[in-house]
């Protein structure tokens, strides 16, 4: 291929954004009709929209039937905060980060809670041994790292035995991911990532061991309403059933359903995973047939199927910031791939969504655009030289 020249096929979708992520294939918004607009999340139509919604996410993500599922406010990130607010404190906890996520959480922990914690952190690209941890404490960390692409390979180093509480965000993670429930605790999601959902709206996924946590524990610090999710000391659980602690927005409920109802049809978490990891090999491919880009994930067993991060390794490139933010300029402006910029945090690079909604052929067009707009930037770097 010359260096002028496009290649011959665009992604029929050119969404690979790391969240919001992309639709489902067949997703449009006569699908949401059903919704139950202008009627209360408290009426039984509503209500059983909730309970549909967590009775499906139990079934499409394989969750055991004594875990609790909570609908909850804030996104993953209110999931997830509501988690550390209402639970630790009890013991010392560690905490571990490899990207920015994580270290979110880590600020929470030490500067917020002010608790008594160990901080594990590996630089973007690696992952922290968690073999090495210490899970007589709790502890609290990201299931996929989605700034860097570097993922927990297994969770066997976990003890079935701990004494702590493991409390996994697994925003990007869930429905692409195996999760082995039996060694989370806690485990937080938000519908805008691997089903394409809208965001808003947080997944709280509790083990027994949680719950027993919430029941037998008052944190030192006053809880918001938002986050409270015991009364008089019992776990609270209307919001377990979809009595959720405010007002939903029933439309974004639908749009879940319906991302569930696709999940479903394409054969549940087995078949989702399935497409991650179609997805994922495509540029595994390009990345093995190319000398001048690579993971910044340093070794295949951490390597995310979902956040796909790479930076370009090319010598010849002046200003690795620079040229990584005109290739993914180059692409969005050719409206082949929108929003594929490494984070702001993280390495210079480019980070592209391989997550289930992803079609493989859109990724498979992809590849040969990104081959033309590093050549592009390349002579574009020569000729301002
Ligand atoms: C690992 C991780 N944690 C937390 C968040 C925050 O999620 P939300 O904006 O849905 O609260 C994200 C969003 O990208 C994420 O990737």
Redesign the pocket.
């Known amino acids: 291929m010359s260096d002028d020249k496009t290649p011959a096929t665009r992604p029929a979708n050119p969404r690979f954004s ?2 919001p992520c992309a639709k489902p294939p067949a997703f449009s918004l006569d699908k949401l009709a059903d919704a139950p607009l202008g009627r209360s999340h408290r009426a039984a139509i509503g209500k059983a929209k909730l309970k549909q919604a967590i009775d499906d996410t139990r079934e499409v993500l394989g969750i055991p039937d004594e875990y609790r599922i909570g609908i909850v406010p ?7 905060e509501m988690a550390m607010w209402t639970m630790l404190g009890q013991r010392p906890v560690e905490m571990v980060a490899w ?4 270290a ?2 880590v600020t929470d922990a030490v500067k917020q809670l002010k608790l008594d914690a160990n901080v594990h952190e590996a630089e973007y690209g690696q992952i922290v041994d968690l073999a090495a941890l210490d899970w007589s404490r709790d502890v609290c960390f ?6 860097s692409g570097v993922r927990v390979p297994s969770g066997d180093v976990i003890p079935a035995d701990r004494e702590g509480l493991t409390l996994c ?4 993670a869930a429905f692409a991911q195996d999760l082995p429930w039996e060694k989370l605790d806690v485990t ?3 519908w ?2 691997v089903l394409g959902g809208e ?2 709206h ?1 997944m709280l996924i509790l083990s027994p061991r949680a719950v027993e946590r919430l029941e037998s524990y008052t944190p030192a610090w006053p809880l918001p309403k938002i986050f409270r999710l015991t009364k008089g000391g019992k776990i609270n659980e209307g919001i377990f059933k979809g009595e959720t602690i405010n007002t939903p927005s029933m439309l974004a409920v639908e749009d879940y359903l319906q991302a569930l109802a696709w999940a479903k049809a394409e054969g549940g978490l087995t078949g989702l995973m399935a497409r991650a990891d179609a997805n994922f090999a495509v540029v595994d491919r390009f990345v093995a047939e190319n000398d001048w880009i690579a993971f910044l994930a340093q070794t295949p067993e951490i390597r995310s199927n979902t ?1 796909v991060c790479l930076k370009f390794t090319d010598p010849a490139i002046i200003d690795g910031a620079a040229f990584a933010k005109a290739v993914a300029k180059r692409l969005d402006t050719e409206g082949v791939a929108y929003d594929i910029g490494a984070y702001r945090d993280a390495p210079a690079g480019l980070r592209i969504w391989c997550g289930s909604t992803v079609e493989t052929s859109d990724l498979k067009a992809l590849m040969p655009w990104i081959d033309w707009a590093y050549r592009a930037e390349l002579a574009a770097q020569a000729k301002a030289a």
């Open positions: 790391s969240g804030g996104s993953d990130t209110g999931a997830f990207e920015s996520f994580g979110g959480w990201t299931w996929n790292g989605t700034t965000d697994a925003t990007s937080t999601f938000s805008q990532k965001a808003a947080g956040s």
